[in-house]
């Protein structure tokens, strides 16, 4: 069954270094999204992206992240000069259509910044 | 905006009891899924149902949908071990973002 990957698993980074998350969507798949959940806390809504642009951004979603499909399979996302709040997990998620079609998620990217 | 909300927060049931839990939302919907998620892992998809239906079943799964009443309930009938995870309702509007509350813990105990 197809499946939404990402990597790696886990990521451990100082404080104000870069770090990118990268997934890759169902291959059919039109729509990518970035979400995050803090530990114990909501899922939240970071940013969507469709024909290869951003679609919607949430408030969190400031200058400090940006994402990229760089090569027609992989979705990044890339978190500049990261901040002890940024750890999180992140989740990729994508659907092969708009409304109605059911989000598939990957296992997620656990951050950890110290 | 964040508009699922779902209740009760935590449930604790004896295996083989029916666990029930709820979801409020705010605004029109075009559809409403349901996820769930095993500790530290990723966000498994259940079921979807859609604004015009009112109820639908996967397996011991039942959902309902009152969008006059903008809530839904999901239903998991002879619980197992294995549905101990946290549950999660997200709406689907026509901004093409799932929104999620925040879940409910549901422990079955052997």
């Known amino acids: 069954e197809p499946e939404v990957t990402q990597t790696p698993s886990h990521q451990v980074t100082q404080m104000g270094q870069e770090v990118i998350l990268r997934c890759v969507p169902i291959?059919?798949?039109?729509?990518f999204y970035w979400y995050r959940q803090i530990l114990g806390q909501k899922v939240e809504f970071l940013v969507s992206?469709?024909?290869?642009?951003?679609?919607?951004k949430s408030e969190i979603f400031d200058d400090q992240f940006s994402v990229e499909r760089p090569d027609g399979s992989n979705f990044t996302l890339k978190i500049r000069s990261t901040k002890l709040e940024d750890s999180a997990m992140y989740f990729c998620?994508?659907?092969?259509?708009?409304?109605?079609?059911?989000?598939?998620f990957g296992q997620g990217t656990r951050l950890t910044v110290v | 905006s964040q508009q699922g909300e779902e209740d009760p927060q935590a449930l604790s049931i004896q295996e083989g009891e029916n666990a029930t839990m709820n979801c409020s939302y705010k605004?029109?919907?075009?559809?409403l899924q349901w996820y769930r998620q095993n500790s530290g892992r990723g966000l498994v998809h259940l079921i979807l149902?859609?604004?015009?239906?009112r109820e639908k079943h996967s397996g011991r799964l039942r959902v309902t949908l009152d969008t006059s009443k903008k809530s839904s309930s999901l239903l998991i009938t002879a619980s197992r071990a294995a549905d101990t995870a946290s549950y999660f309702c997200?709406?689907?509007?026509?901004?093409?973002?799932?929104?999620f509350g925040a879940g409910t813990t549901v422990t079955v105990r052997a």
């Open positions: 992206f469709y024909n290869n642009e951003i679609s919607e």
């Open positions: 149902i859609r604004s015009n239906e």
């Open positions: 291959s059919n798949h039109l729509y």
């Open positions: 998620a994508s659907r092969e259509g708009g409304v109605s079609t059911e989000a598939f």
């Open positions: 605004t029109s919907i075009n559809n």
């Open positions: 997200a709406t689907d509007s026509n901004d093409y973002k799932l929104s």
